[in-house]
T-cell receptor, first 110, second 115 residues
Framework: GEDVEQSLFLSVREGDSSVINCTYT??????LYWYKQEPGAGLQLLTY?????DMKQDQRLTVLLNKKDKHLSLRIADTQTGDSAIYFC??????????FGGGTRVLVKP | DTGVSQNPRHKITKRGQNVTFRCDPI?????LYWYRQTLGQGPEFLTY????????KSRLLSDRFSAERPKGSFSTLEIQRTEQGDSAMYLC?????????????FGQGTRLTVV
């Protein structure tokens, strides 16, 4: 079955870069996503990458995709305290349904 | 339109009772999804609709679970004879399927606690 894996926790100092890693299993996924979840809030789509791309940059966010290794990463530049949250990577299957990883809790220290 | 709306936000029920949750998607969205998220885990797919047709159900959706989307607009998720293991956040999402990239918008969820 499908299994998307992420490391559980990341601690970073304010102003540094954060890198969150993810491995996925479904090589047929057309899109891969990064979502952010803050306490008491729903899932917020941060960014996505089409499977035929290997990099996408969107302001402070950089997504890298290595299809050969089925590895996805999210880099947040100049991390702020407001970036403290749980980050989920997700792969897309038929019907646009999503398979999520277990989430990486990012704690930004001042 | 203010996005995907879920009601209630919180529900506490006794084991064995039935519960029903409602999701109102973004009005023009033809696809509607239900996910379940337990503490410390990522959301898991339960089922989805295209308009009023239920196109796929996860094996996580036992016989005690039923979902409907009668007119292709709002959807309900019912859990019969609730068990403590049903305690979770139930998330609804909607999207407009155009054959190209589509973004799924999530509601804030209904948190179910079975005591």
């Amino acid at each position: 079955g499908e299994d998307v894996e992420q490391s559980l926790f990341l601690s970073v100092r304010e102003g540094d870069s954060s890198v969150i890693n993810c491995t996925y299993t479904d090589s047929s996924s057309t899109y891969l996503y990064w979502y952010k979840q803050e306490p008491g809030a729903g899932l917020q789509l941060l960014t996505y990458i089409f499977s035929n791309m290997d990099m996408k940059q969107d302001q402070r966010l950089t997504v890298l995709l290595n299809k050969k290794d089925k590895h996805l990463s999210l880099r947040i530049a100049d991390t702020q305290t407001g970036d403290s949250a749980i980050y989920f990577c997700a792969e897309e299957a038929a019907g646009n349904k999503l398979t999520f990883g277990g989430g990486t809790r990012v704690l930004v220290k001042p | 339109d203010t996005g995907v709306s879920q009601n209630p936000r919180h529900k506490i029920t006794k084991r064995g009772q039935n519960v029903t949750f409602r999701c109102d998607p973004i009005s023009e969205h033809n696809r509607l999804y239900w996910y379940r998220q337990t503490l410390g885990q990522g959301p898991e797919f339960l089922t989805y609709f295209q308009n009023e047709a239920q196109l796929e159900k996860s094996r996580l959706l036992s016989d005690r679970f039923s979902a409907e989307r009668p007119k292709g607009s709002f959807s309900t998720l019912e859990i019969q004879r609730t068990e403590q293991g049903d305690s979770a956040m139930y998330l609804c999402a909607s999207s407009l399927s155009t054959g190209l990239y589509t973004e799924a918008f999530f509601g804030q969820g209904t948190r179910l606690t079975v005591v």
